[in-house]
């Protein structure tokens, strides 16, 4: 753990999403119905996946991979949000501050490369079909997917790591519901500008890097599906594109509002929303963006449904 000074911080104060008992009240239920979508959705989708041969390809198994990696995402700051909902004080320790902000940054910049895989997937199902089996094999998909996870725990360590080390003087009430770098940064009492300025620097880093990758993959996929003879065969590859394109953008576009800005900028209602999209609008809404735009998934789900059905 960091050593901090004089005026020691042991736990925070989260404001919150509203300081008003009885907005808190209305949304409660708005987000455990959210939490529970997040859960069911993922959670049969990965049942999908696991029971059906023919979804038994890297692609889903990539997809698998993201459905779990949501629910883990998600779990690790909304219930703790849904419990502060009900809470008069609502107070987290240091360590607990810690923990949460490691944990959901390490799944968010796990999510990140994750995509970028999953990109490069459909760039060698769609540019070098023939090859597709031989590139990404079973034990490839196994070892990619565990190098993402591990890269996402360890590239996260130097934000938290110079976050955590930052002067707070006592400040210790967080305008969010949840720890996250850019709020912890807001409660200093010293000039962090260098401090800011590397966060800043890694940040962009992580998250460009991806996204580059994903815009070049992208670029090649379009022009060899507009090469494609069969309008079928063009309709079906920008179908399964065009699913990871609109998680890409929604996940992407909401992690770059978010730590892609100074933080004179950072306005704290604005930050709750953002936060809110790619903490539960992303993770509800993969399994369903990746159902309704997949029929291999729609007919796993038919069949699925019939298989259990005591109609």
């Known amino acids: 753990m960091p050593s901090r000074n004089d005026t020691e911080v042991w736990e925070f104060v989260l404001l919150g999403l509203s300081s008003n008992p009885k907005t808190q009240v209305i949304i409660f239920p ?29 692609m889903y198994f990539f997809l698998l991979n993201l459905s779990f990696l949501d629910i883990c995402y998600s779990t690790s700051t909304v219930p703790r949000m849904l419990r502060d909902f009900v809470s008069v004080r609502k107070v987290i320790s240091y360590a607990e501050c810690a923990a949460q902000m490691y944990i959901s940054l390490s799944l968010g910049e796990t999510e990140c490369i994750l995509l970028a895989i999953m990109a490069y997937d459909r ?43 930052v002067n707070l003087c006592g400040n210790n009430e967080i305008n969010h519901f949840l720890c996250e770098v850019p709020e912890i940064l807001s409660l200093s009492c ?51 594109c065009g699913s990871h394109m609109i998680v890409v953008t929604i996940f992407y576009g909401s992690a770059m509002a978010a730590y892609m800005k100074p933080r004179s900028r950072s306005i704290p209602g604005t930050d709750k929303v953002i936060a809110i999209f790619y903490f539960i609008v992303t993770p509800m809404l993969n399994p369903i963006i990746y159902t309704l735009r997949n029929n291999d998934v729609k007919a796993a789900l038919l069949k699925f449904r019939n298989r259990y059905s005591f109609c």
């Open 30 to 58: 708005i987000f455990l119905v959210g939490y529970m979508v997040i859960l069911i959705g993922n959670i049969l989708f990965i049942i999908l996946i696991v029971t059906d041969a023919s979804l038994h390809t890297p």
């Open 190 to 240: 010293e000039n962090i500008i260098l401090v800011e300025f590397i966060i800043f620097m890694v940040g962009v880093i992580i998250l460009m890097t991806p996204v580059t990758f994903i815009v070049g993959s992208y670029i090649k996929i379009i022009l060899s599906i507009l090469k494609i003879a069969s309008s079928a065969g063009r309709r079906k590859a920008f179908s399964t």
């Open 123 to 165: 760039f060698i199902a769609i540019c070098y079909p023939l090859h597709y089996t031989t590139i990404i094999s079973y034990m490839v998909c196994v070892r990619i997917a565990v190098g993402t996870w591990i890269c996402g725990f360890i590239l996260s360590i130097s934000h938290v790591t110079l976050t955590l080390n």
